[in-house]
C-alpha cells in the first residue's frame, strides 16, 4: 500500500490506515479510543438527556472536553504518522524515490497533520465561544 494512503485512511479513522497495511492488532489500539468515545456519548444521550444540557453548558465540561478534544487530536497525529512509516517500511520498490517525490510525501503528510489540527482547533474554538 502506497504511504500517502494509508496516511489518509487514517487520518479520516485514526487506525484504518494500520489495518490497511495488515497490522490489524495496532489499528484495534488506534481506533478503539474512538470507539469507546462514540459508545459512551450514545449511552449518555440515551440516559441523561436532561443532565447531559445541564452539564454541557458547565465550564469544567468545556474544559474537560478540551482536554480530550487535544488528547484525540495528538492521537489522530500519532495513527496517521504511523500509518505512513509503516507503508513506507513495507513498499517495496526496485529503486529509491526521487527527492521530489520524497519531498512531496513529506509536505502531503504536514497537510494532513495540519487539516487534523485544524479540525481538533476548530472543534475546540466553538466550544470556547460557545460558552463565552
Do not use: N
Amino acid at each position: 500500500m502506497a504511504p500517502l494512503r494509508a496516511a489518509i485512511l487514517s487520518f479520516v479513522v485514526p487506525g484504518l490506515g494500520q489495518w490497511a497495511t495488515g497490522r490489524w492488532l495496532r489499528g484495534l489500539v488506534f481506533v478503539a479510543p474512538l470507539l469507546g468515545l462514540v459508545a459512551l456519548l450514545g449511552l449518555v444521550l440515551a440516559v441523561a438527556k436532561p443532565v447531559l444540557l445541564g452539564a454541557a453548558v458547565r465550564p469544567e465540561t468545556i474544559a474537560a472536553l478540551l482536554v480530550l478534544d487535544a488528547l484525540l487530536f495528538l492521537q489522530r497525529c500519532l495513527a496517521i504518522v504511523d500509518a505512513f512509516r509503516i507503508a513506507r517500511r513495507e513498499r517495496v520498490e526496485p529503486a529509491r524515490l526521487p527527492a521530489v517525490t520524497r519531498f512531496g510525501s513529506v509536505v502531503f503528510l504536514g497537510l494532513l497533520l495540519a487539516a487534523s489540527g485544524l479540525l481538533h482547533g476548530g472543534l475546540g474554538y466553538l466550544g470556547v465561544r460557545a460558552y463565552g
